[in-house]
T-cell receptor
Framework: GAVVSQHPSRVICKSGTSVKIECRSL??????MFWYRQFPKQSLMLMAT?????????EQGVEKDKFLINHASLTLSTLTVTSAHPEDSSFYIC??????????????FGEGSWLTVV | QKEVEQNSGPLSVPEGAIASLNCTYS??????FFWYRQYSGKSPELIMF????GDKEDGRFTAQLNKASQYVSLLIRDSQPSDSATYLC??????????FGQGTRLTINP
């Protein structure tokens, strides 16, 4: 089946530093990828939609200068949390949208990355 | 009104019984509906998707969709302790996005 690989699975960083999270689609070329954030006991909140070769589209309330998204190839999207603060500590999950074939028209998720800012 | 609503639970079901999870949505234009299972600390995994009114069965899982009532449900037959998880309902918004409900926490009691 379709596989989305996300790294790192856990990261601890100091306040004020930047952290990069990578998301790779292993079996399919993903023209569109999504980044979600999930705080404990809450649902997934879409942060931004990442389109290959173009600028990401951010949801209302998400700071594009703080959460930098790069989708430079059909298999790789990265999320960089810049100048991280403790309130940015969360579970970050990438996903890609399948398009027909074996994956259908569904969204598949990476394993997620736990970010803790101390 | 939230776009996708679920009862947060917890919903407790005895082992072997049928677990029924419900979801309502506000956008009448939604065409695609998904159920994801999320274990604590893990990423969501897709269980089923449904596009047409009626029932769709896959093993112990049955998804039910009623577009007129804007209602989608998931039935889990012969519930197992391993089914204990949070179940997320998701509905498409436009061609690209999925909007998620807050999830229902399900506990299967041995």
């Amino acid at each position: 089946g379709a596989v989305v690989s996300q790294h790192p699975s856990r990261v601890i960083c100091k306040s004020g530093t930047s952290v990069k999270i990578e998301c790779r689609s292993l079996d399919f070329q993903a023209t569109t990828m999504f980044w979600y954030r999930q705080f404990p006991k809450q649902s997934l909140m879409l942060m931004a939609t990442s389109n290959e070769g173009s600028k990401a589209t951010y949801e209302q309330g998400v700071e594009k200068d703080k959460f930098l998204i790069n989708h430079a190839s059909l298999t790789l999207s990265t999320l960089t949390v810049t100048s991280a603060h403790p309130e940015d500590s969360s579970f970050y999950i990438c996903s890609f949208k399948g398009f027909g074939g074996a994956v259908g028209n569904t969204i598949y998720f990476g394993e997620g990355s736990w970010l803790t800012v101390v | 009104q939230k776009e996708v609503e679920q009862n947060s639970g917890p919903l407790s079901v005895p082992e072997g019984a049928i677990a029924s999870l419900n979801c309502t949505y506000s956008d009448r234009g939604s065409q695609s509906f998904f159920w994801y299972r999320q274990y604590s600390g893990k990423s969501p995994e897709l269980i089923m998707f449904i596009y047409s009114n009626g029932d769709k069965e896959d093993g112990r899982f049955t998804a039910q969709l009623n577009k007129a009532s804007q209602y989608v449900s998931l039935l889990i037959r012969d519930s197992q302790p391993s089914d204990s998880a949070t179940y997320l309902c998701a509905v498409n918004q436009g061609a690209q996005k999925l909007v998620f409900g807050q999830g229902t926490r399900l506990t299967i009691n041995p």
